[in-house]
T-cell receptor, first 114, second 107 residues
């Protein structure tokens, strides 16, 4: 039981390049989330998917797209990377809404955009 | 707008000293609040939630609606408590996190 698995762990991009961060969970959770972690800013929600087939914007969605491929997988895409997107990205999942169900986090992806 | 404020970026205490990590929130309604913790080289994980009124690893947190606070407390800090602590607030189907406080427990 791996929980939430993110790939890759590290990535360096040049400005303008694109990439997709992958996330998969094996806990049969309904909801999945993408956060970014920046010093002094805490974790900010980029996008979330309350259930399979739905996605919604979070606090900082600009420059990102997501796909809820199936119940297990939720990917985050940067179409044209910018230095401001240098961050640590965390995927998380929860059984239901965040009010009652704790979030289970992945190990994170450290992204540097030069 | 719902917001969580953790005023201290870093809190440094000696082993055996009391710890209080501050969290203030703004929310129109009945909030649901949580503390998450990230130990070195480990995943971010739930520490405790106010609805459970539980004590985890000696930590407790009381919701004070009058002062809009949810401070995390422990009477005697241990070195293994050193970590990043995040206070979080439920907003619909989402969690809003504070900026986090690094707790360093010195021997």
């Amino acid at each position: 039981n791996a929980g939430v698995t993110q790939t890759p762990k590290f990535q360096v991009l040049k400005t303008g390049q694109s990439m997709t961060l992958q996330c998969a969970q094996d806990m049969n959770h309904n909801s999945m989330y993408w956060y970014r972690q920046d010093p002094g800013m805490g974790l900010r929600l980029i996008y979330y998917s309350a259930s399979e087939g739905t996605t919604d914007k979070g606090e900082v969605p600009n420059g990102y797209n997501v796909s809820r491929l199936n119940k297990r997988e939720f990917s985050l895409r940067l179409e044209s990377a910018a230095p401001s997107q240098t961050s640590v990205y965390f995927c998380a999942s929860s059984e239901g809404g965040t009010g009652l169900s704790p979030l289970h986090f992945g190990n994170g992806t450290r992204l540097t955009v030069t | 707008a719902q917001r969580v404020t953790q005023p201290e970026k870093l809190l440094s205490v000696f082993k055996g000293a009391p710890v209080e990590l501050k969290c203030n929130y703004s929310y129109s309604g009945s909030p649901e609040l949580f503390w998450y913790v990230q130990y070195s080289r480990q995943r971010l994980q739930l520490l405790l939630r106010h609805i459970s009124r539980e004590s985890i690893k000696g930590f407790t947190a009381d919701l004070n609606k009058g002062e809009t606070s949810f401070h995390l407390k422990k009477p005697f800090a241990q070195e293994e408590d050193s970590a990043m602590y995040y206070c979080a607030l439920t907003k619909g189907n989402k969690l809003v996190f504070g900026a986090g406080t690094i707790l360093r427990v010195k021997s």
